[in-house]
């Protein structure tokens, strides 16, 4: 897969603004076991559909992969008060692909918003702890409803090698020198890999917008983004994936062969929603956000707010996805608060901060 060079923005806060949700999970209504029963993609359950092979996207290529089946989604008890967790085991081979998504994108977003062209993927990965046998990568795509191999376009997502802990974006895309295709795209500084940290939990996010076909990445500390080849395509599906890792050989670096499989890189609260502004590739973030800010984010007991510039805070108000009120606290122009949401149920929240001078929203995650 040919690597394009990729501009990217590094950013010191994150800017967060509520849109219309098109589908949500947390993982923690599934039972704890298989996700489902069939490998095939075409039988769900609990709406989820499952599909899992020991080849990419030829069935007649050789390959050495033996192990693909339902049993390849399980939902796990993660503990430390994250809940119940995706797993996803990859391919022992060659060759091999895992697919897991949601039923019934394409009709939520038919029946969108029609000024909301842009959709917006949000979910939790954990890293693992890097090394080992297998090369197999995680991440999530953004599909459109073609699924021969010569039309397939992913509209977005992130890849993850569980053995490097790279992290890269990936999109349909062409250029004066790239024909058009899914490309991979480096994620860190002046167009080099950016590898995550070991054995945390981390949020990314990505956005498609249907009307100009533009790509962005984000996630701890950059922001990235590019104008993809897929302009007035719709999003079909929003699928969790792992694939084998395997790749051929370029230039003076050898050819990667996959041969064990790994269970590393989980997932957890997924969040697709349609908006009809680009809430993430801004090239500046307003002033008034960025003098406010929300920590830890994930957070599990409390969340420390802190205000600069002597912008005293006045009200935090806590909102759920569905747009109710979970908590509100009031304080006296303080510039340091702390909110105990030891009270407050796992899952992803909306923060509002009132100050003497401005409002801030802030999306927070309680674990």
């Not at 996803?88 to 897991?100: L, P, Q, V």
């Not at 707010?305 to 996805?321: A, C, K, R």
Request: glycine share 10%; net charge negative; aromatic share 8%.
């Amino acid at each position: 897969m040919k690597r394009i060079l990729l501009s990217l923005v590094v950013l010191t806060s994150i800017c967060s603004a509520s849109g219309q949700i098109l589908q949500s999970e947390d993982f923690d209504s599934l039972p704890i076991g298989p996700i489902g029963t069939d490998a095939t993609g075409t039988i769900p359950t609990n709406n989820f559909f499952t599909l899992s092979t020991n080849y990419d996207l030829d069935p007649f290529a050789t390959t050495t992969g033996t192990n693909a089946g339902p049993e390849n989604f399980q939902n796990v008890d993660y503990g430390d008060g994250h809940g119940t967790v995706l797993q996803i085991e990859g391919t022992n081979g060659d060759k091999g692909r895992r697919n897991m998504w949601s039923g019934g994108l394409a009709d939520q977003w038919a029946f969108r918003d029609p000024a909301n062209d842009y959709i917006q993927v949000e979910f939790d990965l954990f890293t693992g702890a890097g090394g080992g046998e297998s090369n197999n990568t995680k991440g999530l795509y953004i599909y459109d409803s073609n699924t021969t191999a010569s039309a397939l376009k992913i509209l977005g997502g992130f890849f993850f090698n569980t053995k490097t802990l790279v992290l890269q974006g990936i999109g349909y895309y062409t250029s004066a020198t790239a024909p058009v295709n899914n490309y991979g795209f480096f994620l860190g500084p002046t167009a080099t890999n950016l590898i995550l940290p070991a054995n945390q939990w981390v949020r990314l996010t990505l956005s498609f917008n249907k009307t100009s076909g533009q790509i962005v990445w984000k996630g701890p500390s950059f922001l990235g983004q590019v104008v993809g080849a897929a302009a007035g395509v719709d999003p079909d599906k929003v699928a969790f994936i792992s694939r084998s890792g395997s790749a051929a050989a370029t230039g003076t670096s050898a050819a990667i062969v996959n041969a064990a499989s790994t269970t590393a890189g989980f997932f957890d609260n997924l969040l697709v929603t349609a908006t009809s502004v680009d809430l993430l590739g801004v090239n500046e973030i307003a002033a008034a956000d960025l003098s406010v800010s929300a920590f830890p984010n994930p957070a599990k007991d409390h969340i420390n707010v802190s205000s600069t510039m002597n912008n005293g805070i006045n009200t935090v108000t806590l909102t759920d996805i569905h747009g109710r009120n979970v908590k509100q606290v009031s304080f006296e122009s303080s510039t340091d608060a702390v909110i105990d949401i030891t009270d407050v149920a796992v899952g992803i929240y909306m923060m509002k901060i009132d100050t003497e001078t401005t409002s801030v929203v802030k999306k927070i995650i309680k674990n």
